[in-house]
C-alpha cells in the first residue's frame, strides 16, 4: 500500500503551519533548510534523498523527545512513510529492503508519541497496521494492539472495527472477526457500509441466510441506491445457479422450488434497481439472466417459457441501445444528419 497520495496531502498541513523564524541558533537554521528541502523532495516522490534530509532536520534540530522549531517533529512521520514508500514488496527476502521496513516502524511509533497534530498520530498508526499486515511483515500479533489503540482513539469509527476483524479473519478466528464486525453494528446501525462488511464476511463463512439478511439491511438502510438492490439480484442469479455452472454447483440448492424462490427474489430487486436507475445496465443485464433462468425452471408451461425468453431479449436490445447511446453513436433507425455543403 502506497502512501503517497494521503501523506502527500499532509505535506500541505505543514506548510499552511509555517516554520518559526529563526532565533540565530545555526542548529535550528540547518535542521529549518533541511525540512524545507526535504518536503519538496518528498512532494516529488524522491523519497532517498527526503530521506537523507529528514534525517538531517532531526539530526539538526532535534534532541531527545523535542525539536525547535517543534514543527520539525513532523519529521518523523514524513521520514517513516519515506522508508515505506522505499520498500519494495517483489523483494522481501533482501535484508536491505527489510531495514526499510524496520526504519519506518521506528519512526511512525516515534510520530504516535511526538507529531503535534493528533490526525498525524492517526495516519501514523494506520500506516504501522499496514506494515504488519500480510504483504509486508506479516504479524498480525503486533498489529491487533494498534488497532485497539485506534479504536480507543476514536470508537466511533467503524473502519477500525473492520481492520479488526480483519486481523482475526486473517489468522482464522473467525468467531473474534465477527464480533468486531457487531461491534461495529452497534456504533453505527444505520451506516451501510457495516451490513456490507457483515455481508461479505457470512459469504466467505458460506452462510446465505446471513449474508441475505446484511444485504437486505443495507438495501433499507440506502433506499435511493440502486447498487444495494443490484447487489441482491447479482446474489440470488448466483445462488439459484441457472445454468448451472462449475463455480457454484456445489452450493446450489437441490430443490428447483428453492431455486425458483431465488429467482423471483432476484427479480424483485432487479426491478427496483431499475426503477431507479433506467439505465443501469447492469441490473438489466441481470433481469434478463433471471428471466432465462426462470425460463430454464419452466417445463411444463412451454407457451410462458418463450415469453420469458423473448422478454429477456427485449433486455438485451435495450442494453445495446443504452450503450450505443453512452457512446454517442445514433439509435437503431435514426437518420445520419447530411454534413453541411
Known amino acids: 500500500m502506497r502512501k503517497v497520495s494521503a501523506a502527500a496531502g499532509l505535506i500541505g498541513v505543514v506548510g499552511a503551519l ?3 523564524a529563526g532565533c540565530g541558533q545555526i542548529g535550528m537554521l540547518k535542521g529549518k533548510m533541511a525540512f524545507k528541502e526535504a518536503n519538496a523532495l518528498y ?18 534540530g532535534c534532541s531527545g523527545n523535542e525539536c525547535k522549531p517543534p514543527e520539525l517533529l513532523y519529521s518523523y512521520f514524513f521520514l517513516a512513510s519515506s522508508y515505506d514508500n522505499m520498500y519494495k514488496p517483489t523483494k522481501k527476502d533482501d535484508p536491505k529492503n527489510q531495514e526499510l521496513l524496520k526504519k519506518a516502524v521506528d519512526n511512525y511509533q516515534k510520530a504516535t508519541e511526538l507529531s503535534p497534530n493528533p490526525e498525524y498520530k492517526k495516519r501514523a498508526l494506520q500506516y504501522l497496521v499496514a506494515i504488519h499486515g500480510p504483504e509486508k511483515l506479516n504479524d498480525p500479533g503486533s498489529a491487533e494492539p494498534i488497532v485497539q489503540r485506534l479504536i480507543s482513539m476514536d470508537p466511533n469509527d467503524v473502519t477500525n472495527y473492520f481492520q479488526m476483524s480483519k486481523l482475526y479473519d486473517d489468522a482464522g478466528d473467525f468467531d473474534k ?12 446501525r444505520d451506516d451501510p457500509d457495516v451490513y456490507a462488511q457483515l455481508a461479505g464476511f457470512y459469504e466467505k463463512r458460506g452462510n446465505f441466510d446471513k449474508q441475505m439478511e446484511a444485504l437486505m439491511t443495507r438495501a433499507e438502510k440506502t433506499p435511493d441506491n440502486p447498487e444495494a438492490q443490484y447487489t441482491i439480484a447479482n446474489t440470488y442469479w448466483n445462488k439459484a445457479c441457472l445454468p448451472v455452472r462449475p ?12 431455486k425458483a424462490k431465488y429467482v423471483q427474489s432476484g427479480l424483485e430487486a432487479a426491478d427496483k434497481a431499475i426503477a431507479l436507475r433506467g439505465d443501469y445496465i447492469e441490473a438489466l443485464v441481470f433481469k434478463n439472466l433471471l428471466l432465462r433462468s426462470e425460463a430454464y425452471l419452466e417445463k411444463k408451461d412451454l ?7 423473448a422478454e429477456a431479449e427485449e433486455l438485451v436490445a435495450k442494453v445495446t441501445e443504452i450503450r450505443k447511446r453512452q457512446q454517442g453513436q445514433p439509435a437503431p433507425g435514426a437518420k445520419t444528419p447530411k454534413k453541411s455543403e
Open 303 to 309: 407457451a410462458r417459457q418463450k415469453a420469458l425468453i
Open 18 to 20: 509555517g516554520v518559526a
Open 247 to 258: 463455480q457454484c454447483a456445489q452450493t446450489a440448492p437441490t430443490s428447483d422450488a428453492i
Open 43 to 60: 512532494a516529488a516522490q524522491n523519497y532517498g534523498a527526503a530521506s537523507k534530509k529528514y534525517e538531517e532536520a532531526i539530526e539538526q
Open 177 to 188: 472477526a465477527e464480533a468486531q464486525l457487531l461491534k461495529a453494528r452497534e456504533v453505527k
